[in-house]
Structures are given as structure tokens and as C-alpha cells.
């Protein structure tokens, strides 16, 4: 496992496991246990993922010591706001039975999330998180967060795998010294991605899967990755990807299958963003 240096100093490790939509308590608890027994230290959830619990009850049941994880969680749209922050951020920590997190983002930037920055600068400076940062935040609200927040977000978590590559976001996060983590780092199996003829034949150079090179370029260009799977043989693939490296013409193949937007979501749509605003995590 490689790890990357964040902005404020704290290691992160290169890769980690997602739960996004694995909403059965059971089946969340045991891929957690079984992703970080293979090896993942980085576990990444949400409030809106409804399985904070299970995540947290995996913690407790691994074995492995609590300073040894980082735990990401985030704040939902519902939860936008100061004093909603500040309770927020509580409230996941009691459902992870966590006493700080590794990382709490703003999961969109949407409502008053400068209300809620405001407040998770102040968890921050508390030492109740060790860094703080947002997902979905596209060039121009992550500029205008950094040039007007007291602590600069210290990782983005956007969309990125081949079919999306966004490298003008990630020319932003460069310029202001912010971690891009990837979200649906295998497109979440949209777009053919695992029986792509392309990717399948760079694979058989290498002996590995399409997933594993896939999950391989994006580190090689400096991305955190977070795959989710709920199958043990693909949690342990997904993690063996650190005893090669993808040559600059393989990674000049791949950078080449851009669609240059979304197949997933669409950020700017205004249907998607009443949707967002009308998904509640509580009453
Ligand atoms: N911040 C945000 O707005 C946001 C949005 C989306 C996701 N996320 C985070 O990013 C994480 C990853 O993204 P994601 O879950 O959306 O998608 P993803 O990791 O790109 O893809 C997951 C899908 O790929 C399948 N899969 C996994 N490994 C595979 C392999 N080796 N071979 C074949 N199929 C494989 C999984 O199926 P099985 O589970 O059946 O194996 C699942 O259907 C999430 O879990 C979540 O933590 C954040």
C-alpha cells in the first residue's frame, strides 16, 4: 500500500474500500471485516449510505487497532449549516461509536455548505477530525471554497475513472494543494468497462483484470481510489494492484477513452439537484 501526504501533513493511504449502496446491515459489516482483513485500512461511508452502524460495528470486530484505519464519513445536503454540522458530524460519530474521524466531507455542494465548513474547521482545530474536505466540488465552487475558507479542503472526491478522467478539475485541486479521491473508480461497471477490448488486452500484458488496471492508472496519475465491491475474491483483486506499474504508453491508451462527462450523474442537472435536496437522512 502506498500512501499520499495530505495538505496539512496526514498520511492517507492510496486506496480504500467504499460502502455505497450496500444497504443490508449484515452484508456491510462482513465486506468491511473482510476488506480490511485483506489489507484496506481506508474505509469510506456516508450518512446518506444509511450503514454507518455497520461500519462501525466492523471496526470494532477486525482486530486491527483504531489508529491504524481512517475512517471517512459525510455530511449529507439535509445537514448543511452550522449548528446542523456540528450535530451532524456528532451523530455519525456516535453510529460509527467513533471518538474522532480520519476524514468528514461535504458529500455536495449544496444549502448553506459554508455554514457547515465553518463548523467543521472548528471540529478540526478541536482535533475531533484529522482533516476535512468535500466530494463533488467542480472547479469553480472548489476555487472560490479555497480562496475563502480558513482551512483549505484537504481532499475532493469526485467521479473519476476512464470514462470521466476530468483532468481540468484535477488541474484545480493541484493549484490548491488539494488529494483528488476517486468515486466509482470502475465506473461502477457502467459502460462495458470490464469487457472493454482496450482494456482487456493492456490487462493480458500485465496478467492482471481490467479492474485491477483500471484501479492501477488512477493511482499512477496521483488519485486516491475507494472501490466497493461485496464479493471477497473482487475485494481481495481489487487490493492487488501495488506490483505493477502501467507503462506511459499503456497510460496514454487509457487517457485517451474520455467521454468527457458523466454516464452516472449529472451535477448540473436541475431535476438531480431536487432530488439531492428532497433525499433525507433523518426527520
Ligand atoms: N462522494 C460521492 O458522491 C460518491 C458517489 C458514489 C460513490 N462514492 C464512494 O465511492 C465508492 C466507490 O464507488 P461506487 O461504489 O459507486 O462504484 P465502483 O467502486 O466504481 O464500482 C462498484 C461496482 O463494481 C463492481 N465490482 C467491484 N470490483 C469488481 C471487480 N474486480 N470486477 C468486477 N466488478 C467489480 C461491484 O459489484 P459487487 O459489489 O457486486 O462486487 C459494484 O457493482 C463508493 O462505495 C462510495 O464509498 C462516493
Redesign the pocket.
Known sequence: MEFTTLNNGIKMPMEGF????VPDPAQCEQSVVNAIQAGYRLI???AAYFNEESVGAAIKKCGVPREELFITT?LWVQDAGYEEAKKAFQTSLDKLGLDYLDLY?I??PLGDYYGAWRAMEELYKEGKVKAIGV??FYPERLTDLCLTAKVTPAVN?V?L?PFFQQENALATMKEFGVQPEA???????KHGI?TDPMLTEIAGKYGK?V?QVVLRWNTQRGVVI??????QN?IV??LDIWDFELSKEDMDKISRMDLGHSEIVDHSSPEFVKYLHSAKVHN
Open positions: 467504499g460502502v455505497f449502496q469510506d461511508t456516508a459525510k466531507l458529500h455536495q466530494c463533488n472526491q467521479e475513472h468515486w466509482g473508480p470502475l465506473a461502477e461497471g470490464f483484470s479492474a475507494i472501490p466497493k465491491s461485496i464479493h473482487r483483486e481489487n
